[in-house]
């Protein structure tokens, strides 16, 4: 799937899970600065794409996505 | 007081503590599964399952969740003792009195948290003892991991709280199971004399407080410590 795609069904599942605007869910959006998203809520944001994606994502793979673009782009290289 | 139907697993429910337990849940309305590693018991969802091995916690989940519904209620009861002064105690022992005790219970509810955020709802109880907090000679590998229940249950009631899970330990007294079959009639009759209530607990009262915790009346209790102990441990 390509980064663009995968943003969008990132997009629809942020709003669901982290209960935020679908507008303010960009490329660029920050989930800590600008999300203003915890810890426990990334975690269970995570867990979420897991299962919509069927895929499992480490630690080590995770610790470097602050953002949603950057989410995408892992998203998107783990499914392709 | 009515109290809403859940799906419950509890580990260690064949014999014991764990078996009074899970019976008591089932009358209680509840639909409870247990782990046994040799032998169901009658009447009851049985799951095999070893809590030293994450293949088969995994495994076991993903058969109650088949025939029940994700596990709401989690009673973590399985345990061990491998009593022995410490210059005598192996690494060995210490390590797999840690293992069966605290790193399954670690097992267990991490592989029960994932349905639990995800419904908003939780039960977490670990069955401690109260060994964990007065300590007990010949019991260092066992009081330690029971100890140690106190803090993860206590981490996780602050870590799940916003998602409506509560996680809280029982710590029960001198109860007659096999676990203290073997204990001499000397020591015995020596252990009644320190407990208040001059008597040792029938496993039933102990899954008295287990479904209390599992009901709907325990919702504002979490990060407890529950003593069960005819007053054995009293002000640890
Ligand atoms: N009895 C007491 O005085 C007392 C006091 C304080 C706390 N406790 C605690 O209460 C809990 C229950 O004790 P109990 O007195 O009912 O003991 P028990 O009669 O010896 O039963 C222990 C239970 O744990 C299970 N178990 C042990 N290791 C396991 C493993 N690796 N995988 C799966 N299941 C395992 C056993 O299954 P199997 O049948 O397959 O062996 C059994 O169902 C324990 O955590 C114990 O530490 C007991």
Do not use: W
């Amino acid at each position: 799937m390509s980064p663009a795609e995968v943003l969008d069904v990132l997009r629809a599942r942020a709003v669901e899970v982290l209960e935020v605007a679908a507008e303010d869910v960009q490329p660029e959006t920050s989930f800590v600065e600008d999300l203003q998203v915890d810890s426990l809520s990334l975690v269970e944001f995570t867990m979420d794409l897991e299962d919509e994606f069927g895929i499992e994502l480490s630690e080590d793979e995770l610790t470097d996505v602050h953002t949603i673009g950057g989410f995408a782009d892992l998203i998107s290289r783990r499914t392709s | 007081m009515t109290t809403t139907p859940r799906s419950v697993l509890v580990t260690g429910g064949n014999r014991g503590i764990g078996l009074a337990t899970a019976r008591a849940l089932a009358e209680a309305g509840h639909r409870v599964a247990v782990t046994y590693r040799s032998q169901a018991p009658e009447g009851l969802l049985g799951v095999r399952c070893d809590v030293t091995s994450g293949e088969d916690v995994d495994r076991a989940f993903g058969e109650v969740e088949a025939e029940h519904g994700p596990v709401e209620v989690l009673v973590s009861n399985a345990g061990i003792t491998d009593d022995q002064l410490l210059l005598r105690m192996t690494e060995e022992s210490f390590s797999r009195v840690v293992d069966a005790n605290l790193t399954a219970a670690f097992r267990v509810a991490k592989r029960a948290s994932r349905s639990m955020l995800r419904a908003r709802f939780g039960r977490l109880v670990f069955v401690s003892s109260v060994v964990a907090l007065t300590g007990g000679a010949g019991q260092a590998n066992y009081a330690a991991s029971k100890a140690g229940l106190v803090g993860f249950s206590r981490s996780l009631a602050r870590e799940l709280g916003s998602r409506g899970i509560t996680s809280n330990v029982v710590a029960p007294g001198f109860v007659d199971t096999d676990m203290t079959a073997d204990l001499g009639d000397a020591r015995k009759a020596e252990l009644l004399k320190t407990i208040p209530l001059g008597r040792t607990a029938t496993a039933d009262e102990i899954a008295g407080v287990v479904a209390f915790l599992a009901s709907d009346a325990s919702s504002y209790v979490t990060g407890a410590v529950l003593p069960v102990d005819g007053g054995l441990g009293m002000g640890h």
